[in-house]
């Protein structure tokens, strides 16, 4: 069994290691203690085994004395070892080979039935109190391990709220959803409802049900992506007025935006562009309708200041037809070598006319009781007449640099 001051200086080492933080050179000092500590836990069972075979009176209390002070002591040694033990497992180790069913302690409470009477509450109260001592220490020191390894985890986990968040770049609306939104919002207020139709459009829809039968030479103005059997990338959004017409009676108020495709490039024309088409069929419509509306959605986009004008055009699917031009905002109609406006004075913004009878008899509508109007606009011709922008192609590229200016 270890001496009184072996077990000190043990003490000492322990709590002078953990002060001085050499965390790494602690588990060794813990380990030989423990193990020692165990050792004489273990060998003291014995002695308590031996003793259940003395048979002389006086010599078993005598020696059942001196072996509770032995456990007691042994018992006091666990609890300092267990004091300077960071580790779970260790104290599971010292608990159960001082405290646990088979140990010496344990064994010794289980004799005092067969030691003299006299003996009996001093024996007890040694051991039930080295018992209870040990056990509060084992608990106490168990509850600190699990505390501070909570601790260490807590301060591992943390998080700095204040260091500078990640940088959240802003977006910006494409200068032709701009012009889009726009316009979108001044048919809603007008009670326009929104409608929208497929980007892969049947031949049907994209041209014959808009008048413009197989073989007619309307369709090769559309230089078209033709896809399988039938089907086309649609050229226009005038396909989305039949969609719309085939689904409702009349009267019809809508307004489509979307991207249509056609096989074209140059400054001012790309394969992918966009279009918002408008509808309108109700008794008694007339082109004043028609030149009132646009005239006003035309003020609402750009301001008043610049010009409009309406001159016949040409549409298969109405009748008269009308296109209108704005005034050139880079020249304004000053520079016959203009580049934009190539001389005109004016860029060409939509197509419009009053939908021709053929149209509303083809998705049943009665043209002598219903009229109507319709016109196509470009939004990213619009937003480069509202925004000053050279080339068409800018808009597709996606340079930063180019949308960041919106
Ligand atoms: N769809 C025609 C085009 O892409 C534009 C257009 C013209 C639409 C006249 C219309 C319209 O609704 O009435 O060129």
Redesign the pocket.
């Known amino acids: 069994m270890m001496d009184e001051s072996t077990r000190k200086w043990l003490a000492e080492q322990a709590r002078a290691f953990e002060k001085s933080g050499l965390a790494e050179q602690a588990p060794r000092l813990q380990e030989s203690g423990i193990a020692e500590q165990i050792r004489e836990a273990d060998s003291l069972k014995h002695k308590v085994e031996e003793l259940r075979d003395v048979a002389d009176h006086a010599r078993l209390a005598a020696q059942a004395l001196t072996l509770s002070n032995e456990l007691a002591k042994s018992a006091q040694l666990a609890s300092e070892v267990a004091q300077v033990t960071d580790n779970l497992r260790q104290l599971e180790q010292l608990r159960v080979h001082n405290l646990g069913r088979s140990a010496a302690l344990t064994e010794m409470k289980r004799t005092i039935q067969r030691l003299p009477v006299e003996v009996r509450p001093e024996v007890g109260g040694t051991t039930n109190r080295a018992t209870r001592e040990l056990e509060q220490v084992i608990s106490a020191r168990a509850e600190q391990i699990t505390a501070e390894e909570r601790e260490v985890q807590l301060r591992e986990d943390t998080v700095d709220v204040t260091l500078p968040g990640m940088p959240f770049p802003k977006g910006h609306l494409h200068p032709s959803m701009r012009v889009m939104d726009d316009v979108v919002d001044f048919f809603v207020g007008l009670g326009y409802r929104l409608a929208e139709g497929p980007e892969v459009e049947t031949d049907y829809y994209n041209f014959t049900a808009?008048n413009i039968p197989p073989e007619h030479p309307a369709r090769s103005?559309?230089d078209t992506f033709f896809l399988d059997e039938g089907l086309v990338l649609r050229?226009?959004?005038?396909p989305v007025?039949i969609r719309t017409m085939l689904a409702q009676e009349p009267p019809v108020y809508v307004v489509c935006p979307g991207r249509?495709y056609r096989r074209d490039s140059d400054p001012t024309h790309t394969p992918m562009f966009h279009?918002i088409?408008?509808?309108a069929v109700d008794r008694g419509l007339t082109l004043g309708h028609l030149k009132g509306t646009l005239a006003a959605m035309a003020r609402h986009v750009f301001g008043e200041e610049l010009k409009v004008r309406l001159r016949p055009?040409y549409?298969q699917?109405?009748e008269p037809?009308v296109e209108m031009d704005l005034s050139c905002f880079v020249c304004g109609g000053n520079d016959p070598n203009c580049k934009l406006c190539k001389g005109a004075g004016w860029l060409e913004m939509?197509?419009?006319?009053m939908?021709d009878p053929a149209v509303l008899e083809e998705v049943g509508y009665d043209p002598e009781e219903y009229t109507g109007?319709?016109?196509?606009?470009?939004p990213d011709r619009m937003a480069m007449v509202k925004y000053g922008i050279p080339d068409l192609r800018l808009f597709f590229e996606g340079d930063l640099r180019f949308l960041r200016q919106f």
């Open positions: 808009l103005e559309h050229t226009h959004t005038s007025q249509t279009q088409e408008g509808l055009g549409f699917f109405t037809s939509l197509g419009a006319g939908v109007f319709a016109f196509g606009m470009g």
